[in-house]
């Protein structure tokens, strides 16, 4: 019978399946120990390279990771008159901006909404809206939108439902006084300066914009408020002083318009300089622009055209010329003259503005009544080199520098050199050409007492966009001719405006010793080459004996008859006498000249 016992040799079932799954567990550990040593060799490897290969810019990928940029604007300088009054300034504004990551999906209509209210270009507005990058987080749609607009436009966007459009501060450029020195102030477009001393002091009066960086949801584009944000403050800019008189300059502006309508002139400008410091208190142009609206102006009209306009001074140039002989000891006032009716002289015979035979003139005479002939007689005593000697020392031919972009230097000696024949025509103030502040230095010279002031608009001191440093404070000297030359130049100007000479009686201003020339000399014609019109003037100073100030008046091309004393010297008389009770100078009670005339 066989025994029941199991062999030995024989494994049971149940101790085959002890054996089968004593190696499950050891087999699963070591896969599990396995996979644990990649995962970590993979995040040491990672961080190998993150800190030790190339930290830098993984950390930058970080940080730009939902960064928001926002450009803090700086507030832009005042352009101030003398006494600190604005002649543009800066008014609170806004600028709309949107995120377009919340604007992109629902663009359309809310471009349509933001362009109607703000009169915006719908597909410019639409393309700020859907992102003009891929990563853009920050757009602009509209700039320097006045404060109320941008607000009311602010609470119909939410009222709509839009989200993403947001309000920053952008001051508005304001010119308070609109057209009161706009040829010399010049404006702004929408993101820089376009023109006048906004651009050419653009660096002092802009400042530098500051940055603000914040993050913010990838999702909601809200700020974060526990990640880092950065601040750079930005830096506002400087005022610039000018030595303008706004209400001076209105007065002039007025009064100079008036006289282009009244005599149907192409245009016209004035200055007035304080005749001891050479500051210009008034520097007016006809016709001009409202700084505010520029893009309504005609492009003629948005510069400066005393500065950037050349003329033939015509007969104001015999102060000079005048002046400079005296000085040169080679006449005096009362030289006795035989003046013809006509002057041959090389290729064309000289005549004056009145008909007349042979008349005998004082030196006083030849001024007072405006003789060219007697001019052309008198300077004869000058070789060219000479008198182009005593003209460059005045001013003449070079830029002033006062400050201005784009102004003309003229042209003193015709094709680079003077001939004894153009000689004779610069003389009494043809064949030659200046700008009007040149001019005004020139006769404020004999002002000064023969001392040359260098002009300026600018208080102080102010660096343009080129560089160069002007004003006040950077304003040279020079002796052009002696005292004595000045005074007797002087008293023969008193003479111009004497009734008994019936030159410019219309220019004299009651109470006061004025003296003064007339001019009136042919235009040239750039689309002809040719003369055609005239240019009138008329400059002066006053007190006579104390001068004070130096107005000079030039209008171009009036459609009536007349010249510089009875076009220009009502309006110069209007002008200085507004200046003199305007800054109290009392009348000197000084005797009128009575050097003679004629002999």
């Known amino acids: 019978m066989p025994s029941t016992t199991p062999s030995r040799d024989v494994p049971s079932p149940r101790s085959r399946e002890r054996g089968g799954s004593r190696g499950a567990p050891l087999v699963r550990l070591r896969v599990g120990f396995v996979l644990i040593a990649m995962v970590l060799s993979f995040f040491g490897a990672r961080l190998v390279q993150l800190q030790a290969m190339d930290p830098q810019s993984y950390a930058t990928m970080a940080a730009a990771e939902g960064a928001v940029e926002v450009p803090l604007q700086a507030e832009r300088g005042d352009i101030l008159d003398r006494n600190g009054v604005a002649l543009a300034g800066s008014i609170k504004g806004k600028m709309v901006v949107v995120d377009p990551l919340l604007t992109r999906d629902e663009a359309p209509d809310l471009a349509r909404l933001l362009s109607e209210r703000l009169g915006l270009d719908y597909f410019r507005t639409l393309a700020a809206l859907r992102g003009r990058s891929e ?70 009066l802009a400042g530098e914009d500051g940055l603000a960086t914040w993050h913010s949801s990838s999702s909601k584009g809200v700020r974060i408020p526990l990640r880092e944000s950065t601040v750079t403050a930005p830096r506002n800019g400087a005022d610039l002083r000018t030595t303008i008189d706004r209400d001076l300059q209105f007065f002039t502006q007025k009064v100079l318009a008036q006289a282009v309508r009244t005599y149907r002139a192409e245009s016209g400008s004035a200055i007035v300089m304080d005749s001891r410091t050479g500051e210009i208190l008034t520097l007016a142009d006809v016709p001009t622009f409202d700084a505010n609206k520029p893009t309504e102006a005609d492009k003629e009209d948005l510069g400066s055209r005393a500065l950037n306009d050349v003329y033939e001074p015509g007969s104001v140039q015999k102060v000079l010329t005048m002046a400079s002989l005296l000085d040169a000891e080679k006449t005096f006032p009362r030289q006795r003259f035989k003046v013809p009716g006509s002057l041959e002289r090389q290729d064309r015979p000289i005549g004056d503005w009145f008909d007349h035979g042979t008349i005998r003139l004082t030196l006083a005479g030849i001024l007072a009544k405006s003789s060219n002939i007697g001019t052309v007689l008198a300077a004869d005593a000058f070789t060219p080199t000479q008198l182009v000697g005593y003209l460059r020392a005045f001013g003449l031919g070079a830029e002033t520098g006062i400050g201005v972009r784009g102004e003309a230097a003229g042209i003193l000696t015709p094709g ?111 689309e002809c080459g040719c003369y055609n019109g005239f240019s009138v003037s008329f400059g002066g100073f006053a007190p006579a004996d104390e001068p004070r100030f130096t107005v000079y008046v030039v209008i171009h091309d009036p459609a009536v008859d007349g010249g510089g004393g009875s076009i220009t010297g009502p309006v110069f008389s209007r002008i200085m006498g507004y200046v003199l009770g305007r800054y109290g100078v009392v009348p000197t009670q000084g005797r009128p000249s009575r050097l003679p005339v004629e002999w």
């Open 135 to 204: 990563s853009s987080r920050y757009e602009y749609v509209a700039r320097r939108v006045p404060s109320t607009l941008a607000t009311d436009t602010l609470a119909a966007v939410d009222e709509a439902g839009f989200r993403g459009v947001m309000l920053e501060d952008d001051p508005i450029r304001d010119y308070p006084a609109g057209d009161v020195a706009a040829n010399l102030v010049g404006y702004m477009g929408t993101d820089e300066p376009l023109g006048g001393f906004e651009r050419t002091f653009d660096a002092q």
């Open 416 to 526: 680079g050199q003077m001939t004894s024949q153009t000689k004779d025509r610069v003389a009494f103030g043809q064949s030659l050409s200046v700008n009007v502040v040149q001019m005004a230095a020139a006769v404020n010279t004999i002002a000064n007492g023969g001392v040359r002031v260098d002009p300026s608009i600018i208080s102080g001191s102010a660096t343009t966009d080129d560089g160069t440093v002007v004003g006040t404070d950077v304003a040279t000297r020079r002796r052009v001719v002696s005292a004595k030359a000045a005074r007797a130049t002087a008293r023969m100007m008193e003479r111009v405006v004497d009734p008994e000479v019936r030159i410019a009686p219309r220019a004299q201003v009651p109470g006061y010793l004025v003296a003064g020339k007339t001019g009136t000399a042919q235009r040239v014609d750039p």
